[in-house]
């Protein structure tokens, strides 16, 4: 091929191809500098820009930006360092692929299959935060529970990315749910169109586009965001359910998989799992409830740890589901609940007694606990395989914090996991065919809050580690079961903390 004269290239008269990135040089873009297409795209893509209006009307090809390659038009500049990118974004014309795709994109090249962030507002109006961890990796996604937002906006503070949304007429509210990404600088920010059908273009318009770089202006201390999330364990994709400034902890799926549950400021409550608002449930006197609680195997039934009697200690009780008075079970304090058998008639937990901390099991009814475990160090987090023979747990006995299994009386112990990370709370699914736990650095002691932890996932029966998600947690996390009655879904609580004040 005849090179072209790089004064060609400033008039703006070819077009040529490079890595794979088919770069269009002509007018001015306002906040950007060029556009192209990325991948392979049937039906090449557009930009008009309106100077006077400052709107980029943008048309797109490609089969998809998802999985391990993308396809799109992009429109661009390099930046380097934290930046946020924030648009109101429209389709201009009604109908077209429920999946087409109208993205701000923090990108690491012009290749296919780059490391990226993106918030995504698709045709159907599903909005999403994606990225792509590892060149040629898979996509993943956190879904708002916003559906078609007028106004987007993706952040990145360090290799930290999150989104924020806003309906017509309203400010941008973080949307839930963040990860964490490395991009090194410098790196592409931008808008891009994809059609999610190779043989048509899709078009879309961005307006009151926004840059900004830097950190955002700060007074005072941190503020504590909590998103209660659920993941497709097959996909691995999240879902926000719920958002708000302020802590709450420790979701429990309902046994008719239509609820969770969660504990905020010593109280308990109840939420729809496709959202809404949480619903205080009454539990009488218990108004220091902790984040160790759950649910009988039948669904009517709630067992909390409450410290609002005796010392401010921990102590089990069980009330009926949709609220009343707690029935105390434990007379030793502290104990904290983790689990509750298949057949609804032991529960089992974790006490402190003499300063040691061992698993304990006692009857539903109340009576004499049993203890299970004995070694020096701290055993927690107990909670029952659902064929009822087995109890699994997390123990410090062998120098960090590993799985292990017992069975139900306490005899044969054995260690499940062995790696550089400390594991806590393992809870099998329904199915029996997982267990779920989570997991922090080597160096980080107990189960502390506001952490860099993984979500990992095991078969029941031994095999590779799957890391779920990625996220600030650890407290407040997984602390107690969160499958979904059918083995698909885990709910969990994400952390993030935030400037007093922001952009």
Same mark, same amino acid.
């Given at each position: 091929?005849?090179?072209? *004269?790089?004064?060609? $290239?400033?008039?703006?008269?070819?077009?040529?191809?490079?890595?794979?990135?088919?770069?269009? !040089? #002509?007018?001015?873009?306002?906040?950007?500098?060029?556009?192209?297409?990325?991948?392979?795209?049937?039906?090449?893509?557009?930009?008009?820009?309106?100077?006077?209006?400052?709107?980029?009307? =943008?048309?797109?090809?490609?089969?998809?930006?998802? @999985?391990?390659?993308?396809?799109?038009?992009?429109?661009?500049?390099?930046?380097?360092?934290?930046?946020?990118? +924030?648009?109101?974004?429209?389709?201009?014309?009604?109908?077209?692929?429920?999946?087409?795709?109208?993205?701000?994109?923090?990108?690491? *090249?012009?290749?296919?299959?780059?490391?990226?962030?993106?918030?995504?507002?698709?045709?159907?109006?599903?909005?999403?935060?994606?990225?792509?961890?590892?060149?040629?990796?898979?996509?993943?996604?956190? !879904?708002?529970?916003?559906?078609?937002?007028?106004?987007?906006?993706?952040?990145?503070?360090? #290799?930290?990315?999150?989104?924020?949304?806003?309906?017509?007429?309203?400010?941008?509210?973080?949307?839930?749910?963040?990860?964490?990404?490395?991009?090194?600088?410098?790196?592409?920010?931008?808008?891009?169109?994809? +059609?999610?059908?190779?043989?048509?273009?899709?078009?879309?318009?961005?307006?009151?586009?926004?840059?900004?770089?830097?950190?955002?202006?700060?007074?005072?201390?941190?503020?504590?965001?909590?998103?209660?999330?659920? =993941? @497709?364990?097959?996909?691995?994709?999240?879902?926000?359910?719920?958002?708000?400034?302020?802590?709450?902890?420790?979701?429990?799926?309902?046994?008719?998989?239509?609820?969770?549950?969660?504990?905020?400021?010593?109280?308990?409550?109840?939420?729809?799992?496709?959202?809404?608002?949480?619903?205080?449930?009454?539990?009488?006197?218990?108004?220091?409830?902790?984040?160790?609680?759950?649910?009988?195997?039948?669904?009517?039934?709630?067992? =909390?740890?409450?410290?609002?009697?005796?010392?401010?200690?921990?102590?089990?009780?069980?009330?009926?589901?949709?609220?009343?008075?707690?029935?105390?079970?434990?007379?030793? @304090?502290?104990?904290?609940?983790?689990?509750?058998?298949?057949?609804?008639?032991?529960?089992?937990?974790?006490?402190?007694?003499?300063?040691?901390?061992?698993?304990?099991?006692?009857?539903?009814?109340?009576?004499?606990?049993?203890?299970?475990?004995?070694? =020096?160090?701290?055993?927690?987090?107990?909670?029952?395989?659902?064929?009822?023979?087995?109890?699994?747990?997390?123990?410090?006995?062998?120098?960090?914090?590993?799985?292990?299994?017992?069975?139900?009386?306490?005899?044969?112990?054995? !260690?499940?996991?062995?790696?550089?990370?400390?594991?806590?709370?393992?809870?099998?699914?329904?199915?029996?065919?997982?267990?779920?736990?989570?997991?922090?650095?080597?160096?980080?002691?107990?189960?502390?809050?506001?952490?860099?932890?993984?979500?990992?996932?095991?078969?029941?029966?031994?095999?590779?580690?799957?890391?779920? @998600?990625?996220? $600030?947690?650890?407290?407040?996390?997984?602390?107690?079961?969160?499958?979904?009655?059918?083995?698909?879904?885990?709910?969990?609580?994400?952390?993030? $903390?935030?400037?007093?004040?922001?952009?």
């Amino acid at each position: 091929m005849k090179r072209l *004269s790089p004064h060609l $290239l400033l008039l703006g008269l070819p077009t040529f191809l490079l890595a794979g990135f088919t770069f269009f !040089q #002509d007018s001015p873009l306002g906040l950007f500098e060029k556009h192209g297409d990325v991948g392979s795209v049937g039906k090449p893509g557009s930009v008009d820009y309106d100077r006077a209006q400052k709107h980029y009307l =943008i048309t797109g090809g490609g089969e998809n930006m998802w @999985a391990t390659t993308d396809a799109f038009h992009f429109v661009w500049k390099q930046v380097s360092g934290d930046v946020s990118l +924030a648009a109101d974004i429209r389709w201009p014309e009604a109908g077209g692929n429920a999946h087409r795709k109208a993205v701000l994109i923090l990108r690491q *090249s012009l290749d296919a299959d780059s490391v990226y962030a993106d918030a995504a507002l698709h045709g159907d109006g599903l909005t999403s935060l994606q990225y792509r961890e590892v060149r040629g990796g898979p996509t993943r996604e956190i !879904q708002s529970n916003l559906a078609a937002p007028q106004r987007i906006r993706i952040e990145r503070e360090g #290799d930290t990315v999150s989104m924020s949304v806003a309906r017509a007429g309203e400010a941008l509210q973080p949307a839930g749910g963040s990860f964490k990404i490395k991009l090194s600088d410098p790196f592409f920010v931008g808008l891009a169109v994809c +059609a999610h059908d190779n043989k048509v273009v899709e078009k879309a318009l961005f307006s009151n586009v926004e840059i900004t770089s830097g950190k955002p202006k700060a007074t005072g201390q941190p503020v504590l965001e909590s998103t209660l999330e659920t =993941i @497709a364990i097959g996909s691995k994709d999240r879902r926000v359910v719920y958002h708000t400034r302020g802590h709450f902890e420790a979701p429990n799926w309902s046994r008719d998989g239509k609820m969770l549950l969660f504990n905020q400021g010593g109280r308990m409550y109840e939420l729809p799992v496709r959202g809404g608002e949480p619903k205080l449930i009454d539990t009488g006197f218990a108004t220091r409830c902790n984040n160790d609680h759950g649910l009988s195997p039948d669904g009517t039934q709630l067992v =909390i740890s409450d410290q609002s009697q005796e010392q401010r200690k921990s102590l089990i009780y069980i009330l009926p589901v949709s609220g009343g008075t707690p029935r105390r079970i434990t007379q030793l @304090a502290p104990s904290y609940w983790h689990g509750w058998s298949p057949d609804g008639k032991t529960l089992a937990y974790c006490g402190e007694r003499n300063g040691e901390y061992d698993i304990y099991t006692i009857p539903t009814e109340g009576g004499e606990e049993k203890r299970l475990t004995a070694s =020096i160090g701290l055993d927690d987090g107990p909670d029952y395989s659902p064929d009822g023979q087995t109890i699994y747990f997390n123990s410090v006995r062998t120098g960090t914090m590993q799985i292990w299994r017992m069975k139900t009386e306490g005899s044969d112990q054995q !260690q499940v996991t062995s790696d550089e990370y400390n594991n806590w709370f393992p809870h099998p699914s329904p199915d029996g065919k997982w267990i779920v736990f989570l997991s922090y650095e080597k160096d980080v002691t107990g189960h502390p809050a506001n952490k860099d932890v993984m979500l990992r996932m095991m078969p029941a029966g031994g095999g590779e580690i799957q890391v779920l @998600a990625k996220l $600030l947690g650890g407290q407040g996390t997984i602390n107690v079961p969160s499958w979904s009655p059918d083995s698909r879904n885990i709910a969990f609580v994400s952390y993030r $903390l935030v400037p007093a004040e922001t952009r």
